[in-house]
């Protein structure tokens, strides 16, 4: 299980996507949306090292499009823009155009190097954007009446009922480290990214070269470790960008803290990965399913997103339903080594399954637990060293009526 306290790192109550040292950001209304705050933007005070990991859905939008080509050739990113209500995917040529207009319009208003302006988007996809909207917004990118870490965090979502952030705080060469972050994410959610959108930022001192392998193995171990309905979207990426404001000796693999850093940016993504899950469309608990005694990291993996992502698994949950049988069916066709005779499976702290047997418990018991707002699906396959935790959520009734009327 993936640790969600370390030593040497503190949580920052209400922590966010600004505390960072040198890192502002804001959102406003621009009418893509009838009302929500629908347009925002982060900015580094100077440029910063920037990291990028992308849905692998073939069907990849313009403005990712745009914004991996920039990582990919600089790795550095200074200013972001991102608007909600439209994804600006499956619109062709055109949808092209715009995305580079959004970057270029942002790019001369916040005085920046075009490369250095990343651009996303999320919303109602084959839509075409409303340029004149977008325009009229990016005008006001970095204006104080818009300004604040919470409009911003509003502006990117779209079905999500809360905002998510996180920061948290470290010493690294005696300077104090921040690491925040803030995502969007509530439907269209399963591992290897969906429509979801997370931008983490630091005051770190962090070389390019170690950022990027080292979001990519954060990310294994978070945002693409969740699932709300097993679809992936179009759009969907994570940034993490390092301005170096604390000019502390620049990080790598060769630095001592090099690992205390990692946990930090492991502890945000959790946080925001599990707070994406906790929100899933029409959700009513976080489930967590922990697996442990895989031959290798990779079959837990595989065994842990197997339970998270079963629907019979998710309804026996909204019900609270103790019917570890859909546990143990979703474990068999993960098409990982099982051995049927070693399983052992718990609701929490209640045993239901021991070495391949039934165990007796009170199923009043069982249903008192699964009707808690956080639930854990513990399972030991006493097959090796291999261990990992992935997250989700329920499937109520709510999560087809939101989808049945998603462009109403």
């Given at each position: 299980?993936?640790?969600?306290?370390?030593e040497?790192?503190?949580?920052?109550?209400?922590g966010?996507?600004t505390?960072?040292?040198?890192?502002?950001?804001?959102?406003l209304h621009?009418?893509?949306?009838?009302?929500?705050?629908?347009?925002?933007?982060?900015?580094?005070?100077n440029p910063?090292?920037?990291a990028?990991v992308?849905?692998?859905n073939?069907?990849?939008?313009?403005p990712l499009?745009?914004?991996?080509?920039c990582?990919d050739k600089?790795q550095?990113i200074?200013t972001?823009?991102v608007?909600?209500?439209?994804?600006?995917?499956?619109?062709?040529?055109?949808?092209?155009?715009?995305?580079?207009?959004m970057?270029?319009?942002?790019?001369?208003?916040?005085?920046?190097?075009?490369?250095?302006v990343?651009?996303?988007?999320?919303?109602?996809?084959?839509?075409?954007?409303?340029?004149?909207n977008?325009?009229?917004?990016?005008?006001?990118?970095?204006?104080?009446?818009?300004?604040?870490?919470?409009?911003?965090?509003?502006?990117?979502l779209?079905t999500?009922?809360?905002?998510?952030?996180?920061?948290?705080?470290?010493?690294?060469?005696g300077?104090?480290?921040?690491?925040?972050?803030?995502?969007?994410g509530s439907?269209?959610?399963?591992p290897?990214?969906?429509?979801?959108?997370?931008?983490?930022?630091?005051?770190?001192?962090?070389?390019?070269?170690?950022?990027?392998?080292?979001?990519?193995?954060i990310?294994?171990?978070s945002?693409?470790?969740?699932?709300?309905?097993?679809?992936?979207?179009?759009?969907?990426?994570v940034?993490?960008?390092a301005n170096?404001?604390?000019?502390?000796?620049?990080?790598?693999?060769?630095?001592?803290?090099?690992?205390?850093?990692?946990?930090?940016l492991?502890?945000?993504?959790?946080g925001?990965?599990?707070?994406?899950?906790?929100d899933?469309?029409?959700?009513t608990?976080?489930?967590?399913?922990?697996?442990?005694g895989?031959?290798?990291?990779?079959a837990?993996?595989?065994?842990a997103k197997?339970?998270?992502?079963?629907?019979?698994?998710?309804?026996?949950?909204?019900?609270?339903?103790?019917?570890?049988?859909?546990?143990?069916?979703?474990?068999?066709?993960?098409?990982?080594?099982?051995?049927?005779?070693k399983?052992?499976v718990?609701?929490g702290?209640?045993?239901?399954?021991k070495?391949?047997?039934?165990?007796?418990?009170?199923?009043?018991?069982?249903?008192?637990?699964?009707?808690?707002e956080?639930?854990?699906?513990?399972?030991?396959?006493?097959?090796?060293?291999?261990e990992?935790?992935?997250w989700?959520?329920?499937?109520t009734?709510?999560?087809v009526?939101?989808?049945a009327s998603?462009?109403?």
């Amino acid at each position: 299980m993936i640790a969600t306290k370390v030593e040497g790192i503190h949580k920052i109550e209400n922590g966010h996507v600004t505390m960072p040292k040198g890192f502002s950001a804001g959102g406003l209304h621009c009418g893509i949306r009838k009302k929500r705050l629908d347009f925002g933007w982060i900015h580094s005070d100077n440029p910063a090292a920037t990291a990028g990991v992308y849905t692998l859905n073939a069907f990849q939008a313009a403005p990712l499009k745009i914004t991996k080509q920039c990582i990919d050739k600089g790795q550095t990113i200074q200013t972001v823009v991102v608007n909600s209500g439209n994804a600006n995917s499956f619109t062709g040529k055109q949808g092209l155009l715009d995305a580079l207009e959004m970057q270029e319009l942002t790019a001369k208003k916040m005085g920046v190097i075009l490369e250095h302006v990343a651009v996303a988007s999320t919303g109602v996809i084959g839509v075409s954007l409303p340029m004149d909207n977008i325009r009229t917004a990016i005008q006001q990118v970095g204006s104080a009446e818009h300004a604040g870490s919470e409009n911003f965090e509003e502006a990117i979502l779209t079905t999500d009922t809360v905002t998510k952030h996180m920061a948290v705080q470290l010493e690294i060469d005696g300077k104090t480290i921040t690491i925040g972050g803030a995502a969007k994410g509530s439907g269209m959610i399963h591992p290897n990214m969906a429509t979801m959108l997370g931008f983490i930022t630091t005051d770190a001192a962090v070389e390019a070269d170690s950022l990027q392998p080292a979001l990519r193995s954060i990310v294994d171990k978070s945002f693409n470790m969740i699932t709300v309905d097993g679809d992936s979207s179009t759009n969907d990426m994570v940034l993490v960008m390092a301005n170096g404001q604390q000019e502390n000796e620049p990080l790598n693999e060769a630095h001592p803290k090099w690992s205390l850093f990692l946990e930090g940016l492991q502890m945000v993504s959790e946080g925001l990965s599990k707070s994406i899950a906790r929100d899933g469309e029409g959700a009513t608990k976080l489930i967590e399913a922990n697996v442990k005694g895989a031959p290798s990291e990779l079959a837990a993996k595989q065994v842990a997103k197997a339970i998270i992502s079963s629907n019979l698994v998710k309804t026996a949950v909204y019900g609270a339903d103790p019917n570890w049988g859909r546990i143990i069916t979703a474990v068999g066709y993960s098409e990982q080594p099982i051995d049927p005779d070693k399983i052992c499976v718990s609701l929490g702290e209640i045993e239901v399954v021991k070495d391949g047997y039934p165990v007796e418990f009170n199923e009043s018991d069982g249903k008192k637990y699964l009707e808690n707002e956080s639930v854990s699906l513990n399972v030991d396959l006493q097959n090796g060293l291999g261990e990992a935790t992935a997250w989700g959520c329920d499937l109520t009734y709510d999560y087809v009526k939101i989808n049945a009327s998603y462009r109403t």
